[in-house]
């Protein structure tokens, strides 16, 4: 699994880019890559682009454990927002699998989206923003 981290100075994102064959090796090696970045900043947002990964072998149980390999950076990333850019139904549904299993564990919020442009404007509008505009349309 390769790794690309990009921090954008103009919207205070960090920008994480992975593509081949999914790993938890490979997410442990980013996560500690993206923490001990000098530029990164506890509780700064991050977009994560999964839309060149591949998971057709990636279980449920792969998914509890990914949520594992984050808990040892947890104090590192801090309270911020995580978008998840998914680009298939099936990585839209692991990704959803990550949430609920990641809810209450981690500080941070994550949440998937299907392409970078909702993931963008959830994370520009604040999770507060977008979570009443949400309950508005019930």
Same mark, same amino acid.
């Given at each position: 699994?390769?790794?690309?981290?990009?921090? %954008?100075? %103009?919207?205070?994102?960090?920008?994480?880019r992975t593509?081949?064959v999914?790993?938890?090796?490979?997410f442990?090696? =980013?996560? *500690?890559a $993206?923490?001990? #970045? +000098?530029?990164?900043? *506890? &509780?700064m947002n991050?977009?994560?682009?999964?839309? @060149?990964?591949?998971?057709g072998?990636?279980?449920? &149980? %792969?998914?509890?454990? /990914?949520?594992?390999?984050?808990l +040892? =950076? @947890?104090?590192? /990333?801090? +309270?911020?927002?995580?978008?998840?850019?998914s680009?298939?139904?099936?990585?839209?549904?692991?990704? *959803?699998? =990550?949430?609920?299993?990641a809810s209450?564990? /981690? +500080?941070? *919020?994550?949440r998937?989206?299907?392409?970078a442009?909702?993931?963008?404007?959830? $994370?520009?509008?604040? #999770?507060?923003?977008?979570d @009443?505009?949400? =309950? %508005?349309?019930?």
């Amino acid at each position: 699994m390769e790794h690309e981290i990009i921090f %954008d100075s %103009d919207s205070g994102l960090a920008i994480v880019r992975t593509s081949g064959v999914a790993s938890l090796e490979g997410f442990s090696i =980013f996560l *500690r890559a $993206l923490v001990s #970045d +000098p530029r990164w900043r *506890r &509780g700064m947002n991050v977009l994560s682009d999964h839309t @060149a990964l591949e998971v057709g072998h990636v279980t449920a &149980g %792969d998914i509890e454990a /990914l949520v594992g390999i984050h808990l +040892p =950076f @947890a104090h590192a /990333l801090g +309270p911020g927002l995580c978008a998840i850019v998914s680009g298939s139904s099936l990585k839209f549904g692991l990704g *959803r699998m =990550f949430e609920a299993h990641a809810s209450g564990k /981690l +500080p941070f *919020r994550p949440r998937v989206f299907a392409t970078a442009e909702e993931a963008l404007t959830w $994370l520009q509008a604040g #999770d507060q923003a977008l979570d @009443a505009a949400e =309950f %508005d349309a019930v």
